[in-house]
């Protein structure tokens, strides 16, 4: 029976992995798998390019790494972009398309007979191809299946990475990776940015279809093999060490990775919104610097310096998009008489600020017990705020600035 030809390209369902990855579903007849043939249906014409930096292979086991320290003998892969990768830095000027292939590798959809040099099948229908960079190139009968191959490559590639991004995004990097006054400092961040519990975050991705339709039960699904293809290499780490990453021994929580579930992919996907999403808000803390300054250096010198240093829009700043602006932090006109300061030295905080001095001073475990009294008194919805009461203003009414941030 014949089959519609369609292609997905799927970069990562979680953007977790820095590996590069081309895919293919819905083969041309049912129960094979589809040809890998060079630029089949490349949907980008052969201008895809691609390049990673040192460290790209991602995995180092246990016995790769001594070799390192033994002999100085590199994993595979380690640095094999290194060079084109470099050369770009000394030869940008005057640099045409046609020029690319020599600082770039080629991404085309599919990859060369020659260039294969091994083939993987980590699930019924899926086939991982590993091309002379190790770059895998994924190929599945179906969406699911090629799901399954994208989770199954990125564990592959970039397990414990995961693993940091996940526990980050739950909150628990202190206990992943040992008490420190900075993970604490992360955890407690992230925790009031999406405090979600486990069964809030399996429930987010089992609505999907009630939200979305079609396009939803095919997320939902993709998903739930993502998390499938990542258990099934989790499972052979129990079994070959080669293939655990030597990151884990230094790990506190466990030696072996946990298995996973969709609640991580949540996870993930929630820090990653936080730092993309996260700006503005800081208007308190840029008065407070502003005020810092001119009593330090005098008025009109402190006024200089704080717009030196302060956070501003790069006009020079490189952007994907090139025919359009994207103005950020520009302040408008001002008008000076409608300009109030808090207080010189004034205690303002906002539920998170002094966790990070109260930990230099006071030990790690009183910034631990700093960061469960915040969870304790979460709000449902978690904006940014400023409250003037009455009998502090002219008019003698009550002024507010509320700045909602992230009730996601």
């Not at 060079?83 to 599919?110: I, V, W």
């Not at 202190?174 to 486990?198: I, K, N, V, W």
């Amino acid at each position: 029976m014949r089959h519609r030809r369609s292609l997905v390209a799927v970069a990562a369902l979680t953007a977790t992995s820095l590996a590069v990855v081309t895919a293919q579903a819905a083969p041309a007849q049912a129960g094979r798998a589809p040809s890998h043939a060079y630029r089949a249906n490349d949907f980008a014409d052969g201008r895809a390019k691609s390049i990673l930096p040192p460290g790209e292979n991602g995995l180092v086991n246990a016995i790769q790494a001594g070799k390192y320290f033994t002999t100085g003998k590199r994993p595979p892969h380690s640095q094999d972009q290194l060079r084109k990768y470099t050369r770009l830095l000394y030869h940008s000027r005057g640099l045409t398309n046609a020029q690319l292939h020599k600082y770039f590798l080629d991404e085309s959809f599919g990859v060369r007979k020659r260039h294969i040099t091994r083939a993987e099948k980590p699930g019924r229908g899926v086939t991982i191809y590993r091309d002379r960079h190790d770059i895998p190139h994924i190929y599945g009968t179906t969406k699911k299946t090629m799901a399954f191959g994208a989770g199954y490559a990125q564990a592959e590639d970039r397990l414990f990475l995961m693993d940091v991004l996940r526990h980050f995004g739950e909150g628990t990097l202190a206990s992943f990776l040992g008490p420190s006054c900075q993970f604490e400092q992360m955890d407690h961040d992230q925790l009031l940015l999406a405090p979600y519990t486990r069964k809030r975050a399996i429930a987010q991705v089992n609505r999907l279809p009630r939200e979305y339709g079609a396009q939803g039960r095919i997320a939902k699904s993709m998903i739930y093999r993502y998390v499938a293809g990542v258990n099934a290499y989790v499972e052979q780490t129990r079994t070959h060490p080669r293939k655990l990453p030597v990151d884990y021994f230094g790990a506190v929580d466990s030696a072996t990775p946990r298995k996973w579930g969709v609640q991580d992919v949540v996870a993930i996907a929630g820090l990653i919104g936080g730092l993309f999403g996260r700006g503005g808000g800081i208007e308190v803390a840029n008065a407070r610097l502003l005020e810092y300054l001119q009593r330090t250096l005098g008025a009109r010198a402190g006024w200089s310096a704080f717009h030196q240093f302060r956070k501003n829009n790069d006009p020079l700043a490189p952007t994907t998009v090139v025919d359009r602006r994207f103005p950020y932090e520009i302040p408008g006109r001002i008008k000076r008489s409608a300009i109030a300061l808090p207080d010189y030295g004034a205690r303002i905080t906002d539920g998170t600020a002094g966790t990070a001095a109260r930990c230099r001073n006071s030990g790690a475990s009183r910034a631990a017990a700093s960061i469960l009294h915040a969870l304790s008194v979460l709000p449902r919805d978690i904006n940014n705020e400023l409250v003037v009461g009455a009998r502090h203003t002219r008019a003698h009414h009550p002024l507010a600035v509320f700045g909602p941030q992230a009730s996601y």
